[in-house]
């Protein structure tokens, strides 16, 4: 058996000459097993947050979006197109028309985005699932719906309840006319949209976007054909996003612009990132912070077993020795205290995931927050309370065995 781990054993679990040695090390073993928790908590309820608001927006997409380089729109036609529809792995292909224009209902009116989107649209990102009011459906006949999103609503005073509904009509200007158009009329394409639903997705995309038939869109922006802004790409459960990207990229070449989910939504989840990272620095200063009590506690222990590292030192005991027990020490109470805090935080998320006892705000899209649990998560915590103890343990057994058995 090691001896000094056996010594360190004793000293941690013996009662010490002075009681105050006690107490210090059971605040530095509590402490750090509070912070640990912390940690575990609050990373795991970050992963919930971030995993649900990027389900919320993959729900506004597909998994991978094509865009024409230069120019705005383009004809999906052609042999490269056949074969990207064909790409092992691709299950949806949705054709997109996406503008602004100018809604108007009674006395309101609100800019808005249009996205038109083709029959694959629902089944790629089970839209229909995020209708809070009303149903899904974008066309019965020559009658055109839309589903508009709840902040839109709001700005048009459209209310589900309204029996009397009349239509939105929709204002955009026609393409390839000069500005000295006789009659300003003429300039500018009406169309009449019905409500069908009211959806809610996050607060950024429900305030500025209605869902379309691709042809109501088409007829509004004064395109004819088949013409698209995007293709919206979904892809089976388990294809892999990179790869299919690359693929598409070289069959459609320097033509068209390519992009992965993160990528569509790249400051959205580098943000998401950032605010992880800082909270775990800013949780890994406080753990720094409560490891002083290591200090103080070691440090104390020097002192009160004086008469112990004599007793060593005659019996032949080499400094490093001495040195190790109570680095040995200082490691245990790192060790336990991130133990209990690992296992506390897990117990903790679980029952939040299991019975949601912390609960969100009201008209939030979930009733309770989310936790996900990594275990990339366990990795970079127990790392980082390690270290941090074991520097916390070196700097006083450096200090004060040199000293006292130097004295």
């Given at each position: 058996?090691?001896?000094?781990?056996?010594?360190?054993?004793?000293?941690?679990?013996s009662k010490k000459?002075?009681?105050?040695?006690?107490?210090?090390?059971?605040?530095?073993?509590?402490?750090?097993?509070?912070?640990?928790?912390?940690?575990?908590?609050?990373?795991?309820?970050?992963?919930?947050?971030?995993?649900?608001?990027?389900?919320?927006?993959?729900?506004?997409?597909?998994?991978?979006?094509?865009?024409?380089?230069?120019?705005k729109t383009f004809?999906?036609?052609?042999?490269?197109?056949?074969?990207?529809?064909?790409?092992?792995?691709?299950?949806?292909?949705?054709?997109?028309?996406?503008?602004?224009?100018?809604?108007?209902?009674?006395?309101?009116?609100?800019?808005?985005?249009?996205?038109?989107?083709?029959?694959?649209?629902?089944?790629?990102?089970?839209?229909?699932?995020?209708?809070?009011?009303?149903?899904?459906?974008?066309?019965?006949?020559?009658?055109?719906?839309?589903?508009?999103?709840?902040?839109?609503?709001?700005?048009?005073?459209?209310?589900?309840?309204?029996?009397?509904?009349?239509?939105?009509?929709?204002?955009?200007?026609?393409?390839?006319?000069?500005?000295?158009?006789?009659?300003?009329?003429?300039?500018?394409?009406?169309?009449?949209?019905?409500?069908?639903?009211?959806?809610?997705?996050?607060?950024?995309?429900?305030?500025?976007?209605?869902?379309?038939?691709?042809?109501?869109?088409?007829?509004?922006?004064?395109?004819?054909?088949?013409?698209?802004?995007?293709?919206?790409?979904?892809?089976?459960?388990?294809?892999?996003?990179?790869?299919?990207?690359?693929?598409?990229?070289?069959?459609?070449?320097?033509?068209?612009?390519?992009?992965?989910?993160?990528?569509?939504?790249?400051?959205?989840?580098?943000?998401?990132?950032?605010?992880?990272?800082?909270?775990?620095?800013?949780?890994?200063?406080?753990?720094?912070?409560?490891?002083?009590?290591?200090?103080?506690?070691?440090?104390?222990?020097?002192?009160?077993?004086?008469?112990?590292?004599?007793?060593?030192?005659?019996?032949?005991?080499?400094?490093?020795?001495?040195?190790?027990?109570?680095?040995?020490e200082g490691i245990?109470?790192?060790?336990?205290?991130?133990?209990?805090?690992?296992?506390?935080?897990?117990?903790?998320?679980?029952?939040?995931?299991?019975?949601?006892?912390?609960?969100?705000?009201?008209?939030?899209?979930?009733?309770?927050?989310?936790?996900?649990?990594?275990?990339?998560?366990?990795?970079?915590?127990?790392?980082?309370?390690?270290?941090?103890?074991?520097?916390?343990?070196?700097?006083?057994?450096?200090?004060?065995?040199?000293?006292?058995?130097?004295?």
């Amino acid at each position: 058996m090691n001896l000094s781990l056996f010594i360190a054993r004793r000293y941690l679990v013996s009662k010490k000459s002075h009681n105050a040695i006690n107490i210090i090390s059971g605040v530095a073993l509590g402490g750090i097993a509070v912070i640990t928790m912390a940690l575990i908590i609050v990373l795991s309820t970050f992963n919930g947050i971030s995993d649900l608001v990027k389900t919320l927006y993959n729900s506004a997409g597909g998994d991978i979006e094509i865009t024409v380089a230069k120019g705005k729109t383009f004809i999906p036609a052609g042999s490269r197109f056949d074969s990207v529809r064909h790409l092992k792995g691709v299950k949806y292909f949705d054709e997109t028309m996406q503008d602004k224009a100018l809604l108007k209902y009674g006395d309101r009116q609100c800019l808005a985005y249009i996205k038109g989107v083709g029959s694959d649209f629902a089944p790629m990102t089970r839209f229909n699932t995020l209708i809070k009011e009303g149903k899904y459906s974008l066309q019965a006949g020559e009658t055109f719906y839309g589903e508009f999103g709840i902040g839109v609503a709001d700005k048009l005073g459209i209310n589900s309840s309204d029996n009397n509904f009349n239509s939105v009509t929709c204002y955009a200007p026609k393409r390839g006319l000069d500005n000295n158009t006789a009659n300003p009329e003429n300039a500018i394409t009406q169309k009449h949209l019905f409500r069908s639903g009211i959806f809610s997705i996050n607060d950024d995309f429900d305030s500025r976007y209605v869902i379309v038939s691709v042809d109501f869109a088409r007829q509004l922006f004064d395109y004819t054909g088949k013409s698209v802004t995007s293709i919206e790409v979904g892809l089976a459960k388990a294809s892999s996003s990179a790869i299919v990207k690359e693929q598409i990229k070289s069959i459609l070449g320097a033509d068209f612009n390519v992009k992965d989910r993160f990528e569509q939504n790249e400051l959205l989840f580098k943000t998401l990132k950032s605010e992880k990272l800082w909270t775990f620095i800013i949780l890994a200063f406080i753990l720094v912070i409560a490891t002083f009590n290591i200090v103080g506690s070691l440090s104390m222990l020097i002192i009160d077993k004086q008469k112990d590292i004599t007793i060593l030192q005659d019996m032949g005991a080499e400094i490093k020795t001495v040195q190790r027990i109570f680095m040995y020490e200082g490691i245990l109470i790192t060790v336990i205290g991130a133990a209990i805090g690992l296992l506390l935080g897990t117990i903790i998320c679980l029952i939040q995931i299991k019975f949601k006892l912390v609960p969100m705000s009201e008209g939030f899209v979930v009733s309770a927050y989310p936790v996900s649990i990594q275990l990339n998560d366990y990795i970079n915590i127990l790392a980082c309370v390690l270290v941090i103890g074991f520097l916390a343990s070196w700097y006083p057994v450096r200090r004060f065995t040199a000293k006292k058995i130097a004295v």
